[in-house]
């Protein structure tokens, strides 16, 4: 059978716009659709990209604060900038993954929802498109939980977040995740009263127990956090609303201007059709093997709709392995022990592999822990950034099987951790590397400096080279 393309993306945010680029720099025949009028999706518009530059921009507003305190009509002003500040970001990086930069690869590009009519066929507005392969990847929207009365209020998520020009008094944020606890820490700092409501037993549930709780630690001198207190109910209150949580058994409430939902994320598929197509799903999220095929052999799908983990980087590096598999045929697997990702509050907490619970439970025993905390570090002491801790996990022989940090810039600076597991390094080569003094990699060296500490010098191998020494020398 003819068909129209060789290859089909749908999607064009980070997953999608990888693959068509890859596959198109091939000289595969792709065509991509996206049913918005920009291509970049998620990380574009609503995610990455605006989150990190309010951040930036709320860092340098507590910065002037800290320095000259700051007055309501001050805050007023450096909000509304603040917001311009973010749409030009995005507006940059828009300019960057133009569609004329994806027409010039040579991709056909259609402004359109897809839905499948068979397993070859798909709809695409009004005109119907054939493809021997397809990749899917169409990403994920907030997951809206069926909470008493929240169809009664206007609440904020993050798709309409950064479109905010007036600051709020007052935000009361339902989920301490990773997007709730960025977005109230950047809030917070643009002069807004917010308030963290968390259903679990601590925020950034997916954290190291111990990052977790001194990050609690920290962002409480900036905003007020709940946790164990599940959000039950919303109601309107004149132009703002009540958020009624129950705490420790205790029903109580909050009286906020304004509401963000941050309570998860949900695949985009429900338009698709996959069903015609022979396509499972399962808990919401396309299923897919190690090589990312879906039940349909050569139709493919990638980054936040197939519910592995909902990271740009992780879009981008399955955008990898389906141009390998669809395009040349290959049979390569994706991997996730080795993915790390970071949460940009400040300070910033990095995150590789097992956490500690997760790694005592898999070695037992043998697991290594090695921990610095920064005010033993001379540049931390130095810029008075003392907050913070390093925790490495290793094996007895020094495999890294889990890295986490909180402190200022750790997403950078811990990266070396997650280099030297990538180049199948022992966590102990890193203290044979020379490290600028004092630059704040510094901590990460004296840390893996420890693994010598528990292995020579507290060890019967030492008190060998002590009577050597004495005996001998
Ligand atoms: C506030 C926030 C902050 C974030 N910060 C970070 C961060 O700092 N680092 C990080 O790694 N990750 C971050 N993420 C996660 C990141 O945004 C996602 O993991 C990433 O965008 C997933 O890429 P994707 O290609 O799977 O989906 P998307 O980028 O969302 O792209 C999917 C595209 O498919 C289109 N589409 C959907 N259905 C159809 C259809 N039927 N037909 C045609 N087109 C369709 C959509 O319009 C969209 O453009 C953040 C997310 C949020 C919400
Ligand atoms: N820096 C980054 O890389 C970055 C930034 C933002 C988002 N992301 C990605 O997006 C994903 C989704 O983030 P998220 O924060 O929306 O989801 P999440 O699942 O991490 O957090 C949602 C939180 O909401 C809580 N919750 C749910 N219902 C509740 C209720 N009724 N009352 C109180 N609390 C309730 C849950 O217990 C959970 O802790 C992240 O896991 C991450 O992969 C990444």
Redesign the pocket.
Same mark, same amino acid.
């Given at each position: 059978m003819n068909y129209d393309y060789q290859l089909v993306v749908?999607?064009?945010?980070? =997953? =999608?716009?990888t693959v068509a680029a890859g596959a198109a720099s091939f000289g595969t025949k792709v065509a991509l659709?996206? %049913?918005?009028s920009e291509? =970049?999706? !998620?990380?574009?518009?609503? =995610?990455?990209m605006?989150?990190?530059a309010l951040i930036q921009a709320a860092k340098e507003v507590h910065q002037a604060d800290e320095v000259n305190p700051l007055s309501d009509q001050d805050y007023d002003r450096l909000f509304e900038s603040s917001m311009e500040r973010v749409a030009t970001a995005v507006q940059d990086v828009q300019d960057h993954d133009s569609k004329e930069r994806f027409l010039n690869l040579g991709i056909d590009l259609y402004e359109?929802?897809?839905?499948f009519l068979d397993e070859h066929r798909l709809k695409v507005g009004d005109e119907i498109v054939t493809a021997k392969r397809i990749v899917i990847?169409?990403?994920?929207s907030?997951f809206v939980p069926p909470i008493d009365g929240i169809d009664t209020i206007e609440y904020l998520t993050?798709e309409t977040i950064f479109s905010l020009r007036k600051r709020p008094k007052s935000l009361g944020v339902i989920g301490g995740g990773?997007?709730g606890l960025?977005?109230a820490h950047a809030m917070s700092r643009l002069g807004v009263d917010v308030t963290v409501i968390e259903g679990g037993n601590q925020i950034l549930a997916n954290e190291d127990p111990e990052i977790a709780e001194i990050a609690g630690h920290l962002l409480s001198n900036e905003l007020s956090i709940l946790t164990k207190a599940p959000v039950q109910k919303v109601e309107r209150n004149g132009d703002g609303a009540v958020i009624h949580y129950s705490k420790d058994g205790v029903d109580n409430h909050v009286e906020v201007e304004q509401v963000l939902v941050a309570t998860g %994320?949900k695949a985009?598929i429900d338009?698709?059709n996959l069903e015609v197509a022979g396509i499972e799903s399962s808990n919401g999220s396309i299923s897919v093997d190690s090589h990312l095929r879906t039940t349909q052999r050569h139709i493919y799908a990638?980054? !936040?709709?197939n519910g592995s983990m909902?990271?740009?980087?992780?879009?981008g590096m399955e955008?990898k392995v389906a141009v390998s598999n669809a395009v040349f045929g290959l049979s390569r697997k994706v991997s996730y022990e080795r993915v790390p990702?970071?949460v940009?509050t400040s300070p910033e907490i990095y995150h590789l592999g097992l956490t500690e619970e997760e790694a005592k439970e898999q070695y037992g025993d043998s697991l290594l822990t090695f921990k610095t905390e920064l005010e033993h570090n001379d540049r931390f002491m130095a810029e008075q950034n003392k907050a913070g801790l390093v925790k490495i996990l290793t094996t007895s022989k020094g495999k890294i099987v889990g890295a986490h940090a909180i402190g200022e810039g750790a997403g950078e600076w811990m990266q070396e951790v997650g280099t030297v597991q990538a180049l199948n390094k022992k966590f102990q080569s890193i203290s044979n590397i020379i490290h600028p003094y004092p630059a704040r990699n510094n901590v990460v060296s004296q840390t893996a400096d420890l693994y010598w500490r528990e292995k020579l010098f507290d060890s019967s191998i030492n008190k060998a080279l002590r009577w050597y020494v004495q005996t001998f020398r």
């Amino acid at each position: 059978m003819n068909y129209d393309y060789q290859l089909v993306v749908i999607g064009g945010g980070s =997953g =999608g716009l990888t693959v068509a680029a890859g596959a198109a720099s091939f000289g595969t025949k792709v065509a991509l659709i996206e %049913r918005k009028s920009e291509l =970049g999706g !998620d990380c574009l518009h609503y =995610g990455c990209m605006p989150s990190k530059a309010l951040i930036q921009a709320a860092k340098e507003v507590h910065q002037a604060d800290e320095v000259n305190p700051l007055s309501d009509q001050d805050y007023d002003r450096l909000f509304e900038s603040s917001m311009e500040r973010v749409a030009t970001a995005v507006q940059d990086v828009q300019d960057h993954d133009s569609k004329e930069r994806f027409l010039n690869l040579g991709i056909d590009l259609y402004e359109a929802e897809a839905q499948f009519l068979d397993e070859h066929r798909l709809k695409v507005g009004d005109e119907i498109v054939t493809a021997k392969r397809i990749v899917i990847s169409t990403g994920s929207s907030p997951f809206v939980p069926p909470i008493d009365g929240i169809d009664t209020i206007e609440y904020l998520t993050n798709e309409t977040i950064f479109s905010l020009r007036k600051r709020p008094k007052s935000l009361g944020v339902i989920g301490g995740g990773i997007i709730g606890l960025e977005l109230a820490h950047a809030m917070s700092r643009l002069g807004v009263d917010v308030t963290v409501i968390e259903g679990g037993n601590q925020i950034l549930a997916n954290e190291d127990p111990e990052i977790a709780e001194i990050a609690g630690h920290l962002l409480s001198n900036e905003l007020s956090i709940l946790t164990k207190a599940p959000v039950q109910k919303v109601e309107r209150n004149g132009d703002g609303a009540v958020i009624h949580y129950s705490k420790d058994g205790v029903d109580n409430h909050v009286e906020v201007e304004q509401v963000l939902v941050a309570t998860g %994320r949900k695949a985009n598929i429900d338009g698709l059709n996959l069903e015609v197509a022979g396509i499972e799903s399962s808990n919401g999220s396309i299923s897919v093997d190690s090589h990312l095929r879906t039940t349909q052999r050569h139709i493919y799908a990638v980054g !936040d709709c197939n519910g592995s983990m909902p990271f740009t980087h992780v879009a981008g590096m399955e955008g990898k392995v389906a141009v390998s598999n669809a395009v040349f045929g290959l049979s390569r697997k994706v991997s996730y022990e080795r993915v790390p990702w970071v949460v940009y509050t400040s300070p910033e907490i990095y995150h590789l592999g097992l956490t500690e619970e997760e790694a005592k439970e898999q070695y037992g025993d043998s697991l290594l822990t090695f921990k610095t905390e920064l005010e033993h570090n001379d540049r931390f002491m130095a810029e008075q950034n003392k907050a913070g801790l390093v925790k490495i996990l290793t094996t007895s022989k020094g495999k890294i099987v889990g890295a986490h940090a909180i402190g200022e810039g750790a997403g950078e600076w811990m990266q070396e951790v997650g280099t030297v597991q990538a180049l199948n390094k022992k966590f102990q080569s890193i203290s044979n590397i020379i490290h600028p003094y004092p630059a704040r990699n510094n901590v990460v060296s004296q840390t893996a400096d420890l693994y010598w500490r528990e292995k020579l010098f507290d060890s019967s191998i030492n008190k060998a080279l002590r009577w050597y020494v004495q005996t001998f020398r």
